[in-house]
């Protein structure tokens, strides 16, 4: 098989688009409370129509690709993208955005299915950990550029004197003046439309499923599911991406609510580093991993995230500005750990297994909305305590797991006498 290093950067960009239309909710939900006047319940009801279609689709998706292989399917999903997109910045109201952004969901979901094999046949399986990491970081990059596109944006848009630029003018004329941060859906239906082109003239290569990429079976997946510790696993995972959408999704909101910060800056760029610093701590994570068993250090970053988050909820205004990123930080190597001790777990079916913990991501549905939904009525302070549940059942884990095969490490021993020779 010829290796194709355009592939592997169209996979990477892949990865940073999905990025830059998933992870813009948080910094627009003041912007959804206010000018669409709906309860903070109703605006996390934007988020859960996004990641609910993560549960709907994830298995399905894996079916459809091994079917009609990546590149009609990756296609369909870059098109259903840019028709959600379309939809909200022709028409930007409530009722339009729950739909288009189910749409826009469940194009991402099967974007997730479809482009790691891709990866790892495009860039060989040799180099498909780096290049495994390396796409993280293109996410990751991307989650913190989003926001600061919606702060300028609205910055420039609300301002006519400053639209001079022609990009500026025409977003001024496509987007309502009451509505600037609608012009990011604009973007998004631009970039997914590129996509769209781009892709139709590109030869893929061909993809021979590893075992641990395929579908399977539904009855491989009635077998999974009639363990307990598949079903252990699955709520983890789904209270991991509950505790991390249910973080960034009202870091903005909090702000402003409580110390007075501008959701348009301030707001926008503590919700840009919360992702900056989750890409970060991936790093750490990597290295500690080498040293300390996984469990280990999972217990360690959940429990740091929790003081972090106490701090941010009880803290001054200054400590809350800075203490929230820091949440994501220390949530950075959560979910990687999670998926490993999941797959190391069980002895067979990994492929189905993958697509159950996939569905999990629908936690990312349900978090924001129990805490808009308690903080309607107890107040956004007191509906963001409700993460003290979800962080501390990821805790759990680093208690019970019981891999069959643990993560390498190096002792430090081994490391020092190394370094003196």
């Known amino acids: 098989m010829t290796r194709s290093r355009y592939m592997v950067g169209l996979v990477f960009l892949v990865f940073f688009v999905m990025s830059l239309v998933t992870n813009i909710l948080g910094p627009i939900i003041p912007d959804i409370i206010r000018d669409f006047h709906v309860s903070l319940a109703a605006a996390a009801f934007l988020g859960f129509f996004f990641f609910i279609a993560y549960g709907v689709m994830s298995i399905p998706a894996g079916f459809w690709v091994e079917k009609y292989s990546e590149k009609p399917v990756m296609i369909t999903a870059f098109v259903a993208a840019t028709l959600g997109s379309l939809s909200f910045a022709l028409f930007p109201s409530y009722s339009v955005a729950l739909g288009s952004l189910f749409v826009m969901g469940a ?72 509505l600037p941060w609608a012009s990011m859906y604009w973007i998004f239906a631009v970039a997914t439309l590129l996509m769209v082109v ?17 579908a399977g079976s539904w009855q491989m997946y009635r077998e999974l599911l009639r363990k307990p510790i598949v079903w252990f696993f699955f709520l983890s995972v789904f209270a991991y991406v509950g505790s991390e959408q249910g973080t960034a999704s009202w870091i903005s909101e909090f702000l402003a609510k409580y110390h007075g910060y501008d959701p348009h800056t301030t707001g926008a760029a503590a919700v840009s580093w919360f992702w900056g610093l989750l890409t970060a701590g991936c790093f750490i994570g990597m290295g500690l991993l080498k040293i300390f068993d996984s469990r280990r250090v999972l217990i360690a970053f959940s429990v740091l995230a929790l003081l972090c988050l106490s701090a941010a909820l009880f803290g001054s205004a200054q400590v809350a500005l800075y203490a929230f990123p820091a949440v994501g930080l220390f949530a950075s190597i959560m979910w990687p750990v999670l998926v490993s001790l999941a797959l190391n777990s069980v002895s067979e079916h990994h492929g189905p297994f993958a697509g159950i913990l996939s569905t999990g991501i629908m936690g990312g549905a349900v978090a924001p909305v129990i805490i808009g939904r308690i903080g309607d009525h107890f107040g956004l302070r007191a509906g963001l305590c409700f993460l003290y549940f979800t962080f501390g059942c990821v805790l759990t884990v680093g208690f019970w797991a019981k891999p069959l095969i643990t993560n390498a490490t190096v002792s430090l021993k081994k490391i020092a006498s190394e370094a003196v020779t």
Do not use: C, W
């Open 107 to 178: 194009g991402m979901a099967t974007l997730q299915v479809a482009v790691n094999p891709l990866l790892r046949v495009s860039g060989g399986e040799e180099h498909f950990a780096f290049n495994s990491a390396f796409a993280q970081l293109i996410f990751g990059l991307a989650s913190f550029i989003s926001p600061r596109i919606y702060s300028y944006l609205v910055s420039n848009l609300g301002d006519p004197a400053k639209a001079q630029s022609f990009p500026l003018r025409l977003f001024s004329q496509l987007t309502p003046r009451d």
């Open 198 to 214: 781009l892709l139709v003239f590109t030869r893929f290569p061909k993809v021979q499923r590893k075992e641990d990429e395929s």
